[in-house]
Nanobody, 124 residues
Framework: QVQPVESGGGLVQAGGSLRLSCVAS????????MGWFRQTPGKEREFVAA????????YNGDSVEGRFTISRDNARNTVYLQMNSLKPEDTAVYYC?????????????????WGQGTQVTVSS
């Protein structure tokens, strides 16, 4: 079992930055590919970014390409999402997810373990 726990959300002005963290309890994250997703009320959960278990491969969703960066520190059992140049449309609950699949999965049903989410609000 892997239990991801997100932190770092909050309120920020447009153009600002936030860094989200995801720490795993239970089984180590080091053999899991990790992903970040986000969701707003009434909409489907959207893929944001993924990173392979070793960190050599990364994949971003189109809406965040060039602004968000996913990274990981396996020694700390932690995955990060650095969010720069934030826009009001980035406002959402951000979820961290883990999977034993290889590569950089981008589909919701490819992930086995999910955190409870952290709210990010970007004001205009």
């Amino acid at each position: 079992q892997v239990q991801p726990v997100e932190s770092g959300g909050g309120l920020v002005q447009a153009g600002g930055s936030l860094r989200l963290s995801c720490v795993a309890s239970g089984r180590t994250l080091s053999r899991c590919a990790m992903g970040w997703f986000r969701q707003t009320p009434g909409k489907e959960r959207e893929f944001v970014a993924a990173i392979s278990w070793g960190g050599s491969r990364r994949y971003n969703g189109d809406s965040v390409e060039g602004r968000f960066t996913i990274s990981r520190d396996n020694a700390r059992n932690t995955v990060y999402l650095q969010m720069n140049s934030l826009k009001p449309e980035d406002t959402a609950v951000y979820y961290c997810a883990a999977t034993l699949r290889l590569g950089v999965p981008a589909q919701i049903d490819e992930y086995d373990y999910w955190g409870q989410g952290t709210q990010v609000t970007v004001s205009s």
